[in-house]
């Protein structure tokens, strides 16, 4: 068994073409976990959005932009695939750019859990918003 310093073994590890930490033994960088991304996009009508994801998840977050001052609260429920929705959050009427990514980080959504956006957009603005997860599937 050969004793290396600390330093000797993340200069083994460490790929100069890249610049990336390798997974020891792997001989290279490790694959980013794929993404979901999920986007909506309404112009002068409600928002009604629920994510069709249907495999094992990890919510991201859920982003939100409007034209104007949007005059409607927006909500982001949980809807799991058994039980009625849980509301994670609701953005006041007002708000022009929302970003919401407060999930609980150990949560892993299952097949048929979803995330489901709604806002009445009685302004009748133009709503553009993205939902990114990561595929645990």
């Not at 009427?93 to 999930?103: E, K, M, Q, R, V």
Request: hydrophobic share 35%; proline share 4%; aromatic share 6%.
């Amino acid at each position: 068994m050969v004793n290396k310093s600390t330093e000797q073994v993340l200069n083994d590890c460490h790929d100069d073409a890249n610049d990336a930490l390798r997974t020891i033994g792997s001989g290279g960088t490790p694959p980013s976990p794929a993404g979901i991304s999920d986007n909506f996009s309404v112009t002068g009508t409600a928002v009604d959005k629920t994510t069709a994801v249907g495999d094992k998840w990890r919510p991201g977050h859920v982003s939100a932009h409007g034209n104007a001052a949007i005059t409607s609260a927006l909500t982001i429920k949980f809807k799991p695939a058994s039980g009625a929705e849980q509301l994670l959050v609701t953005f006041a009427a007002g708000w022009t750019d929302i970003y919401f990514d407060d999930f609980n980080r150990n949560a892993i959504y299952g097949a048929g859990d979803e995330l489901h956006i709604e806002c009445a957009n009685a302004g009748a603005a133009n709503i553009n918003g993205d939902i990114r997860g990561e595929d645990l599937s």
